[in-house]
Nanobody
């Protein structure tokens, strides 16, 4: 069974940085395109960034230039480096592994940007 466990969330001041991690177990990590999504209170879950098996990346416009997604296949981990954080980045952040027949989600990690 594929399991995803996120970590690295927390409380940070505007302008600060956080690095989220998502460790995948139960399957061969390198075969999965990976992504990060987020859900703010009262809003629908939204796409943040993704990375292909070959390392190609894409980002939501609001995070371009501030967030970086990268993966370490040897550690079965995908990361989201978040810089210049804004209060509107406050949300629960979820990791996604896109399988051929189904998607796998982590439990989420809370990111709060506030002074």
């Amino acid at each position: 069974q594929v399991q995803l466990v996120e970590s690295g969330g927390g409380l940070v001041q505007p302008g600060g940085s956080l690095r989220l991690s998502c460790v995948v177990s139960g399957s061969l990590f390198s075969i999965y395109p990976m992504g990060w999504y987020r859900q703010a209170p009262g809003k629908q879950r939204e796409y943040v960034a993704d990375i292909t098996t070959g390392g190609r990346t894409n980002y939501q416009d609001s995070v371009k230039g501030r967030f970086t997604i990268f993966r370490d296949n040897a550690k079965a981990t995908v990361y989201l480096q978040m810089n210049s954080l804004k209060p509107e980045d406050t949300a629960v952040y979820y990791c996604l592994a896109r399988g051929s027949a189904t998607d796998y989600w982590g439990q989420g990690t809370q990111v709060t940007v506030s002074s």
